[in-house]
């Protein structure tokens, strides 16, 4: 008799967990994917924002927010979960080859996000290999700038001194491309750069930086800088070990300084103790697939 029990248990226990495995699969399965060409995502829900700046949470996305203290220096830390990769966007100022730049928190709201930091600033040079949304526009891979590639699965490849040849034989489909740097972090190590890139490698400054920490799974991390009181700023090298600290495989150095810009619903909410803020030229965001 308990050996029928103990089977009918176990049965039990095998359709609850079929059930619930399905339950997901549906709930996954209802939401549709943002078509590749859409200019903007869709739009927050209100009620999804946690009171006091928290984050974000919807069925389809959540986004949490962290303070820390590092290097004498206010650290900002978004963890970022979604469950399409479609929900990992850019956004232009405007045109490519245009010269406009917008306020970041504008271009926020413009383009839907729920969370978006600023981009690569990519009409500051005219090299590198460009794609955005998964279209291609500049098409000149340079060895002096190391290249983050999002691929169809939203997740993160860097190629150290990318050539021609490398960005082309890409296996994949590259949805989004930056070419700023360096690189933070490559397959889970720290990346030991000596490249003279226009970052301050060794100045103490604001950062922002974006990793992959798992399937879907992200970070972005902006740090203050001596433009804000009580903060010094954290070099390249010290960047880099916060982003792998912090659990990133896959992590990337962005434009910094003035241009450094986390928004969370359209609000800049980094470095808030300085109310200045630089127009820039494009955006890294999160969108809800929620309707």
Do not use: W
């Not at 829900?45 to 290097?71: A, C, K, N």
């Not at 990318?162 to 994949?172: I, S």
């Not at 009181?229 to 962005?254: C, H, R, W």
């Amino acid at each position: 008799m308990n050996h029928f029990r103990k089977m009918a248990l176990l049965a039990a226990l095998m359709l609850m967990l079929t059930l619930i495995t399905a339950g997901e699969a549906a709930a996954q399965a209802a939401y549709e994917p943002i078509p590749l060409e859409a200019e903007v995502g869709l739009p927050p829900r209100p009620e999804g924002f946690l009171p006091d700046m928290d984050g974000y949470e919807d069925g389809s996305l959540s986004v949490r927010i962290e303070t820390m203290r590092e290097h004498e220096t206010n650290i900002l830390v978004a963890r970022v979960k979604i469950a399409d990769p479609s929900q990992l966007r850019t956004a232009m100022a405007t045109r490519y080859g245009g010269t406009g730049t917008v306020l970041p928190d504008r271009l926020a709201r413009r383009a839907n996000a729920v969370l978006a930091i600023n981009g690569d600033f990519f009409n500051f040079n005219s090299t590198g290999y460009l794609v955005r949304q998964g279209k291609l526009y500049r098409d000149k891979a340079n060895e002096s700038f190391d290249m983050l590639i999002i691929d169809e699965n939203a997740d993160f490849h860097i190629l150290i001194d990318p050539t021609p040849e490398q960005a082309h034989g890409f296996e994949g489909t590259i949805v989004n491309s930056f070419n700023f740097g360096p690189a933070l972090v490559k397959d889970g190590e720290i990346v030991h750069t000596t490249k003279k890139l226009n970052v301050g490698l060794e100045k103490e400054t604001q950062r922002m930086g974006i990793g992959q920490v798992g399937p879907l799974e992200y970070i972005c991390v902006a740090t203050e800088g001596p433009e804000q009181k009580g903060s010094d700023g954290l070099t390249i090298p010290e960047f880099a070990q916060l982003m792998k600290d912090l659990g990133a495989v896959q992590a990337y150095n962005l434009d910094g300084g003035s241009s450094s810009a986390m928004m969370l619903g359209g609000e800049k909410i980094n470095a808030r103790s300085s109310k200045k803020m630089r127009p820039i030229c494009d955006i890294l965001y999160f969108s809800t697939l929620e309707q």
